[in-house]
């Protein structure tokens, strides 16, 4: 893989390029990269509010119709439901993993079997959430398997 750069000033926005010969899960990911760079989000914390970069958050989740933001050791709230934020992130690294939250696989270590086609996700910061398996197809499509 070879990268260009180039600076012109007469330019109003960046703009970004990809050739490529085969469309494999690396230029998949660039473009994901390039895409979710301008998504930000807000979340709450503390009575604070925060402007939250995507591929900061591990994944999202919805409890008691409020809907929290989760980072390594963060936790935020978000003023927005998980649908609309899944809507949003469609073209992202963030998928649906049971009725109630979206996971940032990109934060995805490892995962175990469960019981009735279940499946434990551990994620990098070593939490556990559970992989329905009404939503496995998704992940094994996401993961190409």
């Known amino acids: 893989m070879k990268l260009f750069l180039q600076e012109d000033k007469s330019l109003r926005e960046t703009i970004i390029e990809i050739t490529y010969n085969v469309l494999d899960r690396r230029v998949e990911k660039l473009m994901e990269i390039v895409r979710s760079s301008e998504i930000q989000l807000e979340g709450k914390k503390d009575g604070l509010l925060f402007s939250l970069d995507i591929q900061d958050l591990y994944y999202m989740e919805s409890v008691d119709q ?80």
Do not use: G, W
Not at 91 to 113: A, E, G, H
């Open 66 to 145: 409020r809907t929290f933001l989760y980072k390594e050791k963060q936790v935020f709230e978000s003023s927005e439901r998980l649908y609309a934020l899944e809507e949003k992130l469609a073209q992202t690294s963030f998928i649906r993993i049971n009725k109630s939250t979206l996971l940032n696989m990109d934060y995805l270590k490892c995962v175990q079997p469960l019981s009735n086609y279940r499946l434990e996700a551990t994620l990098a910061n070593d939490e556990k959430l559970i992989i329905s398996r009404h939503y496995l197809k998704k992940v094994k499509q996401y993961l190409k398997i």
